[in-house]
């Protein structure tokens, strides 16, 4: 079967860095996003990422490890803003996104 | 660029009535819509996949004649919610793909559907 494995819920301090990790399990692999997604509103995109390595882009870096099965997105500088949830949402053979439920992060002052 | 719109943003409406809602891709054209539907603290559910000009593709579960999908044009899908019920209430999103960027999907605002 199809399944992503993320922490629900992670708690950081305003100006930090938090890393989430995801793990995956797809009937093949087309490329791994992420998405920011604030509470009642639709996701925004992030990141892509097709190749193992890190992506870096202003505060956010998203990182892929393909044998592994493993990605992490990584959040810098934390502001209150960035209080959301973050979907890890890799894509199948037939380019579909599978989702998770997310890991819901808290921002504290 | 690459902005998706949905009307309404929320609707209210009664058992047994019928509610259109519009996915527009405004500054690009979309071969390709999905539509999803979100319960409270849950992960995004993929209702089906709409191609322009042709019949959208229902994943496992979700009633075909229940949830009507046209996807009229290159800019336009629209999904009809037929003999609502208050189980049939939840957030509703659409999502388009430009094909620009490596089958990037980009999401509309939602659209919150309450039945009473």
């Known amino acids: 079967g199809q399944n992503i494995d993320q922490p629900t819920e992670m708690t950081a301090t305003e100006g930090a860095i938090v890393q989430i990790n995801c793990t995956y399990q797809?009937?093949?692999?087309?490329?791994l996003f992420w998405y920011q997604q604030h509470a009642g509103e639709a996701p925004t995109f992030l990141s892509y990422n097709v190749l193992d390595g890190l992506e870096e882009k202003g505060r956010f870096s998203s990182f892929l490890s393909r044998s592994k099965g493993y990605s992490y997105l990584l959040l810098k500088e934390l502001q209150m803003k960035d209080s959301a949830s973050y979907l890890c949402?890799?894509?199948?053979?037939?380019?579909?996104?599978?989702w998770g439920a997310g890991t819901k992060l808290i921002i504290k002052p | 660029g690459a902005v998706v719109s949905q009307h309404p943003s929320w609707v209210i409406c009664k058992s047994g009535t019928s509610v259109k809602i519009e996915c527009r891709s405004l500054d690009f054209q979309a071969t390709t819509m999905f539509w999803y539907r979100q319960f409270p603290k849950q992960s995004l559910m993929l209702m089906a996949t709409?191609?322009?000009?042709?019949?959208?593709?229902?994943e496992q579960g979700v009633e075909k004649d229940k949830f009507l999908i046209n996807h009229a044009s290159l800019t336009l899908s629209t999904l009809t919610v037929t003999s609502a019920h208050p189980e049939d209430s939840s957030f509703y999103i659409c999502?388009?793909?430009?094909?620009?960027?490596?089958?990037?999907?980009?999401f509309g605002p939602g659209t919150r559907l309450t039945v009473t």
């Open positions: 709409s191609n322009e000009g042709s019949k959208a593709t229902y």
């Open positions: 949402a890799p894509m199948d053979s037939n380019y579909q996104l599978i």
């Open positions: 999502s388009a793909r430009s094909g620009k960027i490596a089958y990037e999907q980009y």
């Open positions: 797809t009937s093949g692999f087309n490329g």
